[in-house]
Every structure is written in C-alpha cells, then in structure tokens.
C-alpha cells in the first residue's frame, strides 16, 4: 500500500513538473480579427511569416511575438482642447518670406498595410511608427502645399481652402513614401485654418471695406 501511495505521489509530483516546465516554454496569445504578430526568433531573427488572427500556441523561449494593428487608425492635429488630438495643430508659414502664420486643424484616418509589418518591424521603430515616421511626413506635406500660397487669407476660406484640403487629402492618400513604410492614408480631414492674430484683423477690415463698397453701391 505505502508503495502504491509513494507512485501515485510520485506520478503526480511528476505531471506537476511537467505542466509547470510547459508552462514555462510555452504561451498562448490571441491575434484579434485587426490584428497581425510578428515573430522574432532568438536564433532566426524576424521571421519573414507573420501570425493572423486567432489563438495561437507558441514556445516563449525561442520566440517573441510582437502584435500590430491593422485596422484603420486615426492621428488628429488640433488644438489641445480636443481631447481627441494627439498632437497640435499644424503651424505653417505662406506669404513672401514666410510672414503670415497659419496653424491647421485635421484628422487622418489611415492603416499599416499588413505585407509590410515584418518591414516596418525592421526598421527598428516598433510602435512608435506614427511619432516617426506618419507625423512627420503629414507635417511636411502640409507645409509643403501650404508655403506657395500668396497669403495666409488663401488657405482661410473660400476657393482658396477648397483647394488646399483637395490638394492635402490628395498628397497623403497617393504618397509613395509612407506607403512604402507601410502606412497608408485612407482619407484626410482638414476641420479648420486658423489665422494668427494680425490676419485676423486683415480679414476683419477686408470684410468691413468689402461690406462699405456693397452699401455704397
């Protein structure tokens, strides 16, 4: 009997050890339906595979599995009382020699491109691709359409804004170089261009000398 009792003890504290040295190599992760993981092998490196979605069994040991979401995202640039905004509102400079400031308020809706999350893993930015890399180049592109503008009054209102949003959403959606880091912009969203204070007044005359002619006619 005590043998009996020793082996059966002996049986259990074994599959103890066992569940628990499992435990230890192995781990469970679940990729959500947005989602893909990219695998990094301590002997292989970045694995050119990456995991879809679903729960995958995987040992922790040899691997480390790094997930990244592939649904569409959104960056905002506005003023901090938005408390959707990531970041501030864009500051450009347009007229001769730049001397007429403009900050503008947008949103872009975009996505990583899931062919390319191996590479984006590669370029070593992790998570941090949108600081890196997408808020840059927005921020480049925005002063880049705006800077040839006469004036800051061009951007404000009117056709002048009609085009400068057309012009924005149409660089960020066709740019070669996010896509080729694996960032694509589906739409884009300018909500305002708010003038510094001097413009302001000029548009506040402009309006009053405007309205003076209409009467006087």
């Keep these: 009997m005590n043998k009996l009792i020793g082996g059966f003890i002996g049986v259990v504290l074994t599959v103890v050890v066992i569940i628990i040295v499992s435990w230890n190599f192995f781990a469970i992760v679940k990729i959500e339906g947005n989602e893909v993981a990219v695998i990094q092998d301590w002997k292989k490196g ?10 995958h069994f995987y040992n922790n040991w040899a691997w480390d599995v790094y997930k990244y979401d592939i649904g569409t995202q959104k960056i905002t640039f506005d003023s901090y009382n938005n408390k959707d905004a990531e970041w501030p509102s864009i500051q450009v400079e347009v007229g001769e020699n730049g001397g007429q400031k403009a900050e503008v308020s947008l949103s872009c809706n ?3 491109n899931p062919t ?3 590479s984006i893993h590669n370029q070593g930015i992790g998570k941090t691709y949108e600081a890196v ?4 180049e927005i921020v480049d592109i925005v002063n880049e359409i705006a800077r040839p503008h006469a004036s800051a009054l061009e951007l404000y209102s009117g056709s002048g804004f009609v085009k ?3 012009d924005v959403e149409k660089s960020l ?4 170089f996010l896509a080729s880091k694996g960032q694509e912009i589906e739409n884009t969203i300018i909500y305002k261009v708010q003038l510094d204070n001097n413009n302001a007044a000029e548009i506040a005359g402009k309006q009053t000398t405007d309205a003076q002619r209409l009467s006087i006619g």
């Design 46 to 55: 970045v694995l050119e595979r990456t995991l879809p979605s679903g729960t």
């Design 110 to 112: 975009y996505h990583l």
């Design 116 to 118: 390319k999350i191996v």
């Design 133 to 136: 890399v997408l808020k840059r």
């Design 164 to 166: 400068f949003k057309t």
């Design 173 to 176: 959606k066709e740019n070669v």
